[in-house]
């Protein structure tokens, strides 16, 4: 005999209206939904927060920081609160830029506001700067 498909619809519209399931069906599939959404959306967010890696050693960077960053950053990082320098304990701005941006920065100087900080080529090495910076990193802000 061949299959029905009409009785068959039927029997399920029968059972479905009986149990009354038609709302906690689609409360299932909601939870599913969102279970789904969550699952899809945790491989973006296993990334933890931007990292940096020092781009130097921080310890020869320190004697390089306090020869000649501490004049305007200070020797805390906050650049007298901003006012002198960029203040790298409260503006996480600076250091979730890159590490070439910011070795960028000190290379070439920056003048904004007002406010300079002088170019470092042809005072630092490379490898100075590199280490300036990671100094900075290690201690003023998230690796
Ligand atoms: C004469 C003062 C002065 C000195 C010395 C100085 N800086 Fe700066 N620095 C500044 C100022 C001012 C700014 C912020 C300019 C601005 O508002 O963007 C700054 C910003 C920075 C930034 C952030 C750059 C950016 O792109 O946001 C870094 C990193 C930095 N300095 C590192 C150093 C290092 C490393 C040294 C030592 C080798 C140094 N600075 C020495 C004044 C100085």
Redo the contacts with the bound molecule.
């Keep these: 005999m061949k299959y029905k498909p009409t009785l068959f619809l039927a029997a399920s519209a029968l059972f479905f209206s009986a149990c009354d399931d038609s709302k906690s069906t689609s409360e299932e599939s909601g939870a599913k939904d969102a279970t789904e959404t969550a699952s899809q959306k945790a491989p973006e967010k296993a990334p933890a927060p931007v990292k940096h890696p020092l781009p130097g050693d921080p310890v020869a960077g320190e004697a390089?920081?306090k020869k000649?960053?501490t004049?305007?950053?200070q020797a805390d990082g906050s650049?007298m609160n901003g006012m002198?320098?960029?203040n790298?304990v409260k503006d996480k701005?600076?250091l979730a830029?890159s590490n070439e941006?910011?070795l960028?920065?000190?290379r070439d100087g920056?003048t904004?506001?007002g406010?300079?900080?002088?170019p470092?080529k042809g005072v630092?090495t490379e490898q100075e700067?590199k280490d300036?910076?990671a100094f900075?990193r290690k201690s003023f802000g998230a690796q």
């Design positions: 390089v920081y000649i960053c004049a305007c950053h650049g002198l320098a960029a790298f701005t600076r830029k941006e910011l960028k920065s000190i920056i904004k506001d406010k300079v900080m002088p470092q630092l700067m300036a910076l900075i």
